[in-house]
T-cell receptor, first 114, second 117 residues
Framework: DQQVKQNSPSLSVQEGRISILNCDYT??????FLWYKKYPAEGPTFLIS?????DKNEDGRFTVFLNKSAKHLSLHIVPSQPGDSAVYFC?????????????FGDGTTLTVKP | ETGVTQTPRHLVMGMTNKKSLKCEQH?????MYWYKQSAKKPLELMFV???????ENNSVPSRFSPECPNSSHLFLHLHTLQPEDSALYLC????????????????FGEGSRLTVL
């Protein structure tokens, strides 16, 4: 059973508009959530994270929202730029039990059109 | 050099070969990881090392043998692999501390693309 799911394999948006990437999880032990971005032929790079004690974290154009009751988080990118085109992975960890160990979703390929 | 470096970037091997993947981190972290990314599958955690000690083996077949001689280096020794082991193998590091003192952010290398013939 996959514990972290990104149900949209791909997303296409126009430059300047908002991109919303979604992620669902099933394990209630997860208390820390991260988003990574991956360009082709590169390893994933950390983008933004959120602890379960918060419901929102913002960093520039990137905002992550967490809905614990729904076990759902989303990444908002606004305004979207062509350079944001990449694969975005949602990840979750139980920091209190095994810090650093993360379970990843399948990824969503974002394409931002000029 | 900075960050996490993996070599080789590409490797083709037969099922009877023995090869090794190498990872080096220059971030002063004390935890290192091997992840596997197969086509159309999520990243799968394989091994975790904290302070050079293996703390996680995620039911990985014995044909994959990790080695962590120090906090900066991590190897993945490969022998008698199968074609289905062809994948991108990603090394990562993080700063592992006391419970609650680690954000869990992973720093990844660029990966080693393995093809088993």
């Amino acid at each position: 059973d996959q514990q972290v799911k990104q149900n949209s394999p791909s997303l296409s948006v126009q430059e300047g508009r908002i991109s919303i990437l979604n992620c669902d999880y099933t394990n209630s032990m997860f208390d820390y959530f991260l988003w990574y971005k991956k360009y082709p032929a590169e390893g994933p790079t950390f983008l933004i994270s959120i602890s379960s004690i918060k419901d929102k974290n913002e960093d520039g154009r990137f905002t992550v929202f967490l809905n614990k009751s729904a076990k759902h988080l989303s990444l908002h990118i606004v305004p979207s730029q062509p350079g944001d085109s990449a694969v975005y992975f949602c990840a979750a960890s139980a920091v209190s039990t095994n810090a650093g160990k993360s379970t990843f979703g399948d990824g969503t390929t974002l394409t931002v059109k000029p | 050099e900075t960050g996490v470096t993996q070599t080789p970037r590409h490797l083709v091997m037969g099922m009877t070969n023995k090869k090794s993947l190498k990872c080096e981190q220059h971030l002063g972290h004390n935890a290192m990881y091997w992840y596997k990314q197969s086509a159309k599958k999520p990243l799968e955690l394989m091994f975790v090392y904290n302070f050079k000690e293996q703390t996680e083996n995620n039911s990985v077949p014995s044909r994959f043998s990790p080695e962590c001689p120090n906090s900066s280096h991590l190897f993945l020794h490969l022998h008698t692999l199968q074609p289905e082991d062809s994948a991108l193998y990603l090394c990562a590091s993080s700063q592992s501390g006391l419970a609650g003192a680690n954000t869990g952010e992973l720093f990844f290398g660029e990966g080693s693309r393995l093809t088993v013939l």
